[in-house]
């Protein structure tokens, strides 16, 4: 099994763990106050006690006391669970059959008041760092109780009474009290990195918020508020660009990202970009919903012509998550819809997803009927939050997943290979888990899909919100669904066993090999509806997994260690901002703001990267979707689909770059790409920690330039590090007006701006000055509205 640390971490815990002393975390004063009874000393059978408990940080835990009151003798079962509200109010034993973090235990009681010590050494019962850990358990007419000290309730209250049998103020069952005390329950917890009789703060974050820094904010300096990201090279630079909701920022090269909006002339809220016609640049659909949707053709030279009316597009219901995919291996971008819900007169009304067909030329024609997506979402429909593609069958076509809300069923539509769909998410067990009512399964918020256990097929992630009160019964904590493979594919539910928390708001979701030791990690995000503080409403983190291979492929919550904090995040994308290799991600909040965290986290491994170009005279989009990617590197064989950019959860996007973590090895052995039409390309003796793109006729370079596919494009064709000097050179079939070249050291401090102004067509080379030192440098190129960059890296 792998073992996690950064290198501070790693430090700390040898110089420290000699000193770790089992420690007692508690709420209660230690003087005995009672316990509680009902009116007129009626007794209170079944309701739930509850102590919320919260360690300092990381740790083991290894013992939980309990000072019990009563006098009859009998049994008592205590419930050790998590606290999916952030610490707000208890779960309930609505939620037992997937919230309790170890089996149950039973005491004997006695009948004499006093202490009890549980040992839970061997349960593997953790504190992640931001969590707090729940015990209960219901009353018996007799008890026993859990006894309360003789001082109140402390601040955040933390102890709480349960009635499950009266109906609370919404006219639903379950209402709480505040405890007469704290309870004198207690833990005893071993913490990975003591300080004294506490834990240490966390470390400096090591997935760092950039996003002030990097110039992503509105003209006050402030964060972009947003639920919607996109992440996109729209100029065809080799740097991904980034779109906030209906804002454009333009990647420097340098670090940071220039606010591009009234240049682009888009209107709308989210965009979700691919090339639909195929000329080798992004062209955009934007969310607005009501037939207020958008498709705009991207005219290569930083300016977009909204040609909706043209095309066909037309979807009059609440648009949700649209998606660009190739479903009938054509060549040709489709569009798949999941559509959301209004409110009308207090009733909930739901529209229907939709897919169309691009008929070539920017234009489509709707067949959702015809393709059998309509069978599968009958009237009165489903309301739809978030939806993914992915080819989970292995079979070459891409299938389609949608994560519903209001308790629905999620579906999986598979590709028939024959312009149809059916659906199939009961016959392979992806639609959620069963709950007390065969009709009601999840309220869905995102999806995503990926090889975590490397065994050549994908599976599934289903980011779910749910309720910890008695509505908790009808729904799906978050799930995890692994593909058991051929030649049934059939998903086996394993996110109890991979250890992914239940959190009442969970969202968006995103695989992401952070760490680059060849293991797929787990970014979860957390909504919530108000800022944290306002009316009482926590702070509600998002969630952090590492991935500990296998042979179980564990998931450790290192939030804490990783500093990667936000609050109200709904949608996450991957994005390699400044080039260095790793995955960095931007997490969309409404609440807290748009946050862009720069992957700084200890590497384990080496990493390759692909960018894709397909070929529409073979039926291959430019875009390539629909591309397998199998790498083998040290004994492994790591798998990536192609299938979109999208991201799974409310309109978002990922970049198009298809990146792996290796583990440790010095040489990538092979390489394979399948196209979408079967077409096959082997490349072998790869080197690790370069980006390489691949062309469809087997074609593959390293280097981040892209040439324009448009007339009158240029590109930076060579660069070279020859006594000290920078040289490259420069390939146009026109005029290139106003060139600037920029040198930017590794940390983005500029070095050296060359103006090489005017510069006639064909193959040009130039040198730089001054002289630089050997180490990893990046050229910025500028001619106009269009940027080239070049890494390079300088050696003798």
């Not at 420097?252 to 009234?262: D, E, I, R, Y």
């Not at 995102?446 to 980011?463: E, P």
């Not at 040289?727 to 500029?750: H, K, P």
Request: proline share 6%; charged share 20%.
């Amino acid at each position: 099994m792998k073992q996690f640390a950064t290198a501070l971490f790693l430090a700390v815990f040898v110089c420290t763990i000699v000193s770790a002393q089992p420690v007692l975390v508690q709420t209660d004063n230690g003087q005995f106050g009672g316990h509680h009874v009902g009116q007129n000393n009626a007794p209170l059978p079944m309701w739930e006690e509850s102590a919320i408990l919260q360690p300092a940080g990381p740790c083991r835990i290894l013992e939980i006391h309990i000072f019990f009151d009563g006098s009859a003798p009998g049994k008592d079962t205590v419930y050790v669970v998590g606290d999916p509200s952030e610490g707000v109010i208890p779960p309930t034993n609505w939620v037992w059959s997937y919230n309790t973090l170890i089996p149950p235990i039973v005491v004997d009681y006695n009948g004499q008041q006093g202490w009890k010590t549980i040992d839970v050494r061997g349960k593997g019962l953790r504190s992640d760092g931001y969590d707090r850990i729940i015990i209960q358990h219901r009353l018996a007419k007799d008890g026993p109780w859990f006894a309360v000290d003789n001082n109140g309730t402390s601040t955040p209250l933390r102890s709480f009474l349960f009635d499950p049998h009266r109906k609370n103020s919404l006219g639903f069952p379950g209402v709480y009290y505040r405890a007469a005390g704290d309870y004198m329950v207690r833990l005893l917890v071993q913490y990975d990195y003591p300080s004294g009789s506490t834990s240490q703060p966390p470390p400096p974050p090591t997935f760092v918020d950039v996003a002030k820094n990097a110039g992503l904010v509105d003209g006050s300096g402030k964060l972009l508020k947003s639920v919607q990201v996109s992440v996109v090279d729209w100029n065809n630079d080799g740097l991904d660009d980034i779109a906030i909701g209906g804002r454009f920022f333009q990647n420097m090269g340098n670090g940071s990202f220039s606010n591009v909006t009234s240049q682009m002339g888009i209107t709308g809220g989210a965009t979700i970009w691919g090339d639909v016609d195929n000329d080798g640049d992004q062209d955009v659909y934007t969310v607005s919903g009501g037939k207020n949707d958008k498709l705009y053709r991207n005219n290569g030279d930083g300016t977009f012509t909204d040609v909706t009316a043209a095309s066909g597009l037309s979807n009059p219901y609440p648009t949700v998550t649209p998606i660009w995919f190739d479903y009938n291996n054509d060549g040709l971008l489709d569009l798949f819809i999941a559509n959301g819900r209004r409110t009308v007169n207090n009733q909930e009304t739901y529209y229907p997803d939709q897919l169309w067909k691009n008929d070539g030329n920017m234009k489509f024609t709707n067949v959702t009927r015809s393709a059998g997506i309509a069978s599968g979402e009958p009237p009165p429909y489903y309301d739809c939050w978030g939806a993914s593609v992915c080819d989970y069958n292995n079979d070459g076509y891409t299938d389609i997943f949608v994560s519903t809300y209001r308790l629905a069923p999620d579906l999986l539509y598979r590709n028939n290979k024959n312009g149809t769909f059916t659906e199939v998410g009961a016959a392979t067990r992806v639609r959620g888990i069963p709950t007390v009512d065969p009709r009601y399964f999840g309220h869905g918020m995102g999806s995503d899909w990926g090889d975590f256990d490397n065994d050549g097929d994908l599976d599934l992630v289903v980011g779910n919100l749910g309720h910890p009160d008695w509505r908790g019964m009808f729904s799906n904590p978050s799930l995890i669904f692994r593909n058991d493979g051929g030649p049934n594919f059939m998903f086996t539910e394993v996110h109890k066993n991979m250890g992914l928390k239940f959190f009442e708001m969970n969202a968006g979701v995103a695989w992401v090999d952070y760490d680059h030791d060849g293991y797929l990690d787990l970014w979860s995000c957390q909504y919530a509806y108000r800022k944290a503080g306002d009316q009482g409403e926590p702070v509600r983190l998002s969630r952090v997994y590492y991935n500990e291979g296998p042979p179980d492929y564990k998931l450790r919550d290192v939030t804490w260690q990783l500093g990667s904090l936000i609050h109200g995040a709904w949608t996450v994308a991957r994005i390699d901002y400044d080039n260095d290799g790793d995955v960095d991600l931007l997490v969309g909040s409404p609440t807290e703001g748009v946050k862009l965290f720069r992957n700084d986290v200890a590497k384990q491994g080496n990493w390759i990267s692909f960018r894709l170009e397909g070929s529409p005279a073979n039926s291959v989009s430019m875009d390539a979707v629909g591309t397998v990617i199998k790498v083998k590197a040290g004994g492994r064989t790591f798998m990536r689909v192609f299938s979109t950019a999208g991201a799974g959860s409310r309109a978002a996007q990922n970049s198009k770059e298809i990146h792996f973590g290796l583990g440790q090895v010095n040489v990538v052995d092979e390489v394979n790409v399948r196209f979408s039409d079967g077409t096959l390309r082997l490349f072998k003796g790869l080197q690790p920690d370069r980006k390489y793109r691949i062309t469809y006729d087997g074609g593959i370079s390293t280097g981040v330039d892209r040439t324009d596919a448009v007339p009158g494009a240029w590109k930076v064709s060579r660069t070279r590090y020859q006594d000290g000097r920078m040289w490259f050179e420069l390939e146009s079939n026109r005029t290139v007006r106003d060139l600037e070249a920029t040198v930017y050291n590794i940390l983005g401090a500029e070095i050296a701006r060359i103006q090489l102004g005017d510069r006639s067509p064909g193959t040009q080379s130039f040198r730089i000055q001054p002289r630089l030192t050997p180490g990893l440098y990046f050229m910025s190129f500028r001619a106009g509205k269009q940027t080239r960059i070049v890494r390079v890296v300088a050696m003798h």
